[in-house]
């Protein structure tokens, strides 16, 4: 970098030397520092280390009287008109700034160096404090670990003492107990002896009594066995002549139900035979409900989640459909109507009756319905009034009505 500074006798600009330009100190990561490593700021640069042009700058005995300071008597100053003296005077001075400028730069350093020197020792301090607090705290621990251990040993000592004293009672009470026992036992063993002797005497009687009861009961038994042989011939007598009267019941029964055979089946033969009626559904509430409306009404019903492998036309009265039912191969229950329709119907025939049962449908489930072949549409609450209602507007007569009955 050139420096040129205007003199401000001749008003013309003169050329400084060629310095480089004052870089800022570098930035130094974290160190550990101790106080040998802060080391003195460097003395100012001497004479010695000046550039090879040192020739163009005036001595010291020369320039002492002139700093460069304005403020100074002109008087005083030596002549600056010669430019090469000017040049020497400004080249003194950038020399002089940029020594005083790179001391302060070191000594920043050297501050920042004796203040990062100064935290790692106080952080150090602080470990060492949390140190000697830890280890105060588990010597403090220790201590009552050690407390605690020569409690437990005190009780534990105790409750041993305790234990021997109780061991050493129940010792004096299980030999007293003993004694008591052999004494008692030893009354016991006379009083046995004693009872041994009464209970033979009375046994003798006892014995005799036994003789005396047996003969007695020989004797009446002779006599139930006189009696029993009376009652099992009265009692023979008797069979005989309830199984004569229960063969007469059942021979006249057995006619009467002949009878009222031949009866049901030649009016069986008159009356025409019961519809049968083919429900597809699973084992839901609505679907049921229709059922049981069906067995009301005295119909045979069939009741499938598929339809039946069977040849058209189909021997049912009417079909109906579970709107929730779903075909196995995919699709709903309209699909299933539609397929109901081209198995069920031969042309000429008479065609089952194919209704749809559901619990809302749409206007869009409705078309299609229709559009699948669909007679009646019950939708809502399975009434009676409403599946004999469907039945009646296709000409279906009910078998039997229970509220007829």
């Not at 199984?243 to 009356?271: G, I, N, T, V, Y």
Request: glycine share 4%; charged share 30%.
């Amino acid at each position: 970098m050139i420096r040129r500074r205007k003199d401000p006798y001749s008003g013309s600009e003169s050329r400084a030397s060629r310095l480089p330009p004052l870089a800022p100190p570098k930035a130094e990561g974290p160190v550990t520092l101790s106080l040998r490593d802060v080391a003195p700021p460097p003395p100012a640069p001497q004479e010695l280390d000046a550039p090879k042009d040192d020739g163009l700058v005036i001595s010291d005995s020369d320039a002492r009287s002139w700093d460069g300071d304005e403020e100074i008597d002109l008087g005083s100053r030596p002549d600056l008109s010669d430019p090469r003296a000017a040049r020497r005077a400004q080249v003194r001075r950038d020399r002089l700034q940029h020594a005083a400028e790179q001391s302060a730069a070191e000594q920043r350093a050297a501050d920042e160096r004796a203040a990062l020197l100064r935290a790692t020792e106080l952080q150090a301090a602080e470990q060492r404090a949390a140190q000697a607090r830890a280890a105060e705290e588990r010597a403090a621990q220790v201590r009552a670990a050690q407390e605690r251990a020569a409690q437990v040993r005190a009780e534990q000592a105790r409750l041993a003492a305790e234990a021997a004293e109780r061991a050493r009672i129940d010792q004096a009470r299980d030999r007293a107990e003993a004694q008591a026992r052999a004494a008692a036992e030893a009354e016991a063993h006379a009083a046995a002896i004693q009872a041994e002797q009464a209970r033979r005497a009375e046994y003798e009687a006892a014995a005799a009594r036994e003789a005396a009861r047996q003969a007695e009961q020989a004797r009446e038994a002779a006599l139930r066995a006189e009696q029993a042989r009376i009652a099992q011939q009265q009692a023979a007598e008797a069979r005989a002549a309830a199984e004569r009267e229960a063969e007469a019941k059942a021979a006249a029964l057995r006619e009467s139900e002949a009878r009222a055979a031949a009866e049901a089946a030649a009016r069986a033969a008159a009356a025409p035979p019961v519809p049968e009626v083919l429900v597809l559904g699973g084992a839901g509430a609505t679907i049921q409900a229709v059922c049981r409306q069906l067995e009301g009404f005295g119909f045979v019903v069939r009741q499938l989640r598929e339809p039946p492998d069977l040849p058209a036309p189909w021997p049912f009265a009417a079909v109906f459909v579970d709107r929730s039912l779903a075909m196995t191969g995919g699709g709903d229950a309209i699909d299933l109507c539609n397929h109901v329709r081209e198995s069920s119907r031969l042309p000429g025939e008479r065609k089952p009756v194919l209704m749809l049962v559901a619990e809302q449908l749409s206007a869009t489930d409705k078309v299609r319905a229709g559009l699948a072949g669909c007679n009646e549409l019950i939708v809502g609450e399975i009434t009676r009034g409403a599946v004999a209602g469907a039945l009646d507007r296709r000409g279906i007569v009910l078998p039997s009505d229970a509220r007829r009955l």
